[in-house]
């Protein structure tokens, strides 16, 4: 077939999008905070600003890093904070100020931490307090002169603000002691912010926003160059695809904010997202705390919600979670991994909602497809997003049959400028100049619809036979004694390599030999689980995906 790839897109929604009708992220930002001043922009822990809030706080903080900080256009400044408000003051005052943002996971180790701000050359750092100690034992090999230390509860107000670092510092002991003489305080920063004014950079859309790390379990940490052009583009991509579910009436949305918004999908599609269109999103410091989690769902009642497959489950899951009000729920999204039907189906039937699958990467800003409005859970990732076009290629790079397996490829302006300082690598991931291979195997249909069958480095290969972990989970995720389950490769000395899962039970009684059998009816022989390991929790990002690398290396480490 002569195709190279198929557009199709649901009636309202457009087949392009034109990201020049912005100069930058920054004119986006100003002009949402005009328009949407009085509504409330970002709340955490009970305390609320509205988009004037977000705008004078962001202005200060982008005024201190310019003029006290004495910080350059096009200079970088590393965040290393959970959600909690400080977070975006710091994320827009920053881009206000013409920096690249370098997005840090606060539960980086010291050797992880170096690399990303030695790599990154970064000049400052916001960091929150529960990780000050690391940056302590590495800040001396990096570039960083300002440090921003923050506490969760600083802009929570009095009382509760001290009574919340008093908690962490004194009684949980959550703050481990660190040494950091010319650092500044957050709330000092604001402060000193207030007297001096912002001068707004000449930013173009060709500029770098972001250095957005990844690869970081597959090999050395790269940061993918994020332009203001990539950002601006998947935000009007994301926005023209919400359409189809929130009308001009609906956009003051209640968007759950449970995934950090220093990960990218959270970046996008909550930071950028819905300060565009003026929602109001609740920002969840601990998304692990169900209890609390499922208490600030009772008090806002949820209108967006995105997440991840594990998080979807494990709210599933909780006591109380079927007691949320879900009147208001419009969109929900999973992304970041692969969403297995049986928590569709359930998610479905507890909210009412479809759970719809999308996908991307960081190298695509992230969002590249998405499911559109109506469609149930078909194990496809959905349409391409306007202006992106999807190409199926073999490894030599050329086009394969619609319907035949092969690596999926992207283009479109959200796709990445290429990776900081490493030419090289860039060269290696682009096709043809500006076609993405993203390392994703999987198919296309002729309406379009993408389906993902998984990564290329986590494929299992039994006897020459191409096996993907995404099947064999999602069949195993519907055995009723079965909580989480992950598919690796074994090593064998007959076929090469074998089926393991790792599972974790929801009924303590579940066997191995309960497992395979289940397996067996919907699986082919080879595809088939060879060895079930039982695991109280598995290993997981931060995001909450699963790290199956982590697993398969514990097979290997076994006597």
Known sequence: MDKIWLKSYPPGVPAEIDPDQFRSLVQLFDSAVLKYADRPAFTNMGRTITFRELDTLSRTFGAWLQKEARLKRGERIALMMPNILQYPIALFGALRAGLVVVNTNPLYTARELEHQLKDSGAKAIVVFENAAHVLEQCIGATDVEEVIITGIGDMLGFPKGPIVNFMLRHVRKQVKRYTLPDAHSFDAVLEQGKWVNLETPKLTLDDIAFLQYTGGTTGVSKGAMLTHRNMVANTLQTDAWLEQFVDETQHAQVVIGALPLYHIFALTAVALVWVHEGGHTILITNPRDMPGFIKELRRHPPGVFYGVNTLFNGLLHAPGFETVDFSKLVSSVAGGMALQGAVAERWKAVTGCILSQGWGLTETSPVATTSPRGVDFNNSIGLPVPSTDISIRDDSGRNVPIGQIGEICVRGPQVMAGYWNRPEETTQVMLDGNWLRTGDIGRMDEAGFVYIEDRKKDMILVSGFNVYPNEIEGVIARHPGVLEVA??????????????????????????????????????????????????????????????????DSILSRP
Do not use: C, M, W
């Open 487 to 552: 598919a690796v490769s074994q090593p064998d000395e007959h076929s090469g390599e074998v089926v393991a899962v790792f599972v974790v039970r929801k009924d303590p009684t579940l066997t191995s030999e309960q497992v395979i059998e289940f397996a067996r009816a919907d699986l082919t022989g080879y595809k088939v689980p060879r060895q079930v390991y039982f695991r109280d929790e598995l290993p997981k990002t931060n995001v909450g995906k699963i790290l199956r690398r982590a697993l398969r």
